[in-house]
């Protein structure tokens, strides 16, 4: 049987690629800021709208490390409703995670509950724009400014998305994008990171590369997280496509929403006025009177040769290695997780298949 995946990698014509490389053997210039990467570094800025941009060799090393550069002690009140990534980075840099619960709607972090978990270790707050939707970032950042809190944003599903205009990564002290072959847009393995400010990104460009600040100097304790030109120039290449991937994946979030709004017991993502959405992934929430759970659905359509995925079952805050970690009270966020279902969502997927995806959701349910 030829399997439907949940998503599937863009990919640029062979040649266009074969093209872009061409250059690193002609200046043996493999990695370490070379000039494809700059180059990327500089498209990409302007692409995103944001003014700092720093790239990756990998969206969770440039989380993990952006946050260690904000020199942060203490609780960070974050979401248990996103990939294990985003609370390792809160792990990894000594601070010990808040679990806050979600809003019902947009399956973000819920801003109303936030200042009741705020205590005189909290130091800042990590919001996960999870499948695309923005945090309340007018509401988070109130809070942030009255109690003195960073803002962190995990905005590795957001490529290419404006809110009312403005480049996403252009909100809170700093904002990740992942890079990674299963986002809208890719280079193989990558991250970036955006900052509001222009000495952070400095420090982060650093971090990625040992601390150096010049040849004999180490400014900061850091590590090997830089991209190589052969990743930069899978991201030139891929950004020339830009346009029409993400074409592509609004025709067939349309064809799904189209096929799938208004029935009772699937609910899809809300609609946020203002916001250009990239269609990363096609989530929908299973409740009564749809007849089958999400794990019966997931088995169903997998015997029809469609696989879908849990993103996000388990929660974070159930894995064994966050033991010792209060997993907080996120009613919530438990149910979201026990009812989500990520259906197939990539430039190249067929609408014919889209109606067979949802024929056989349809069908099975009622
Ligand atoms: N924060 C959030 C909220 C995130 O969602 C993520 C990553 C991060 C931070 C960290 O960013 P990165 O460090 O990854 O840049 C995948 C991705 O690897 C991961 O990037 C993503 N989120 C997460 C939600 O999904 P897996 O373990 O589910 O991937 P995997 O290998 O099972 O692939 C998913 C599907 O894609 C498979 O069905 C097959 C297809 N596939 C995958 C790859 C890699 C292909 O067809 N070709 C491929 O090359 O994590």
Redesign the pocket.
Known sequence: MDYI?????ALPPLNEYVEEIRTIWENRWLTNSGPLHQELNQKLAAYLGVENLALFA??????ELGIGALELQGEVITTPY??A??IH?ILRNGLTPVFCDIDPETLTIDANKIEALITERTCAVLG?H?YGTPCDIDKIDKIAGKHGLKVIY?A??CFGERLHGAGIGQFGDIS?F??????AFHTV???ALCAGDAALTAKVDRIKNFGFSSEEEAEDVGTNAKMSEFHAAMGLCNLRHIDDYLENRRRIAERYTERLRGIDGIGLLPEIPGLTRNYIYYPILLKKPYRLSRDELKDCLAEQGV?T?K??YPLVSRFACMKGIDPGDTPVAEAAADSVLCLPMYDTLELEDVDRICDCIIKHGF
Do not use: C, I
């Open positions: 995946l949940v998503t599937r990698p990998n969206g969770h090393t440039a989380l996103t990939f990534s985003t980075a996960v999870v995990d590795a599903h990740m992942s890079l990674h072959a299963t986002k393995e990558g991250g696989l995925r993103y996000f």
